[in-house]
């Protein structure tokens, strides 16, 4: 047994979030790789080897993104929520100034199709969060509601 699935043993807040975690990581690799892949299709027959390119960093970089906040919730199911909160808040905006230095790096690259990659990181995204979205309001998650 790993550490986190002890720590979700002992602590129901823990169980709560892996459960989360896993559901929307689920249903995110179900949705979002054949969207990236029709993105990579499509820019490679509009742009050539550049739109293929640019497609395939773009896919990469939004993947990664977004697959890193559900790593952040499993990393941080075991704590406090006022830390998971912290750390949600700290890795978003880690992750923003990442992308952000990641697609200036990449700025200058002429073998990448600039709006290719663009594209097929916001179509990534939107989908992963559309995704996630769907499997957090599915999973059965215990709430008070004070009356």
Same mark, same amino acid.
């Given at each position: ?9 002992? *602590? ?34 509009? *742009? ?100």
């Amino acid at each position: 047994m790993s550490e986190t699935e002890t720590e979700a043993q002992e *602590n129901p807040h823990a169980k709560v979030v892996l459960q989360a975690a896993r559901a929307m990581t689920k249903a995110s690799l179900l949705v979002t790789p054949p969207a990236v892949l029709v993105c990579i299709v499509l820019f490679s027959i509009l *742009n050539g080897l550049p739109g293929f390119l640019g497609s395939l960093v773009g896919a990469v970089l939004a993947m990664v993104a977004s697959l890193s906040t559900l790593g952040l919730m499993r990393f941080s199911a075991g704590q406090d929520p006022m830390f998971v909160m912290v750390i949600a808040l700290g890795g978003y905006v880690v992750k923003v100034v990442l992308l952000f230095g990641a697609l200036t790096l990449l700025k200058g690259v002429t073998a990448l199709h600039p709006m290719s990659l663009g594209i097929t990181m916001i179509v990534a995204i939107l989908v992963a969060a559309a995704a996630e979205f769907a499997a957090f309001r599915k999973t059965k998650i215990p709430t008070i509601i004070p009356s």
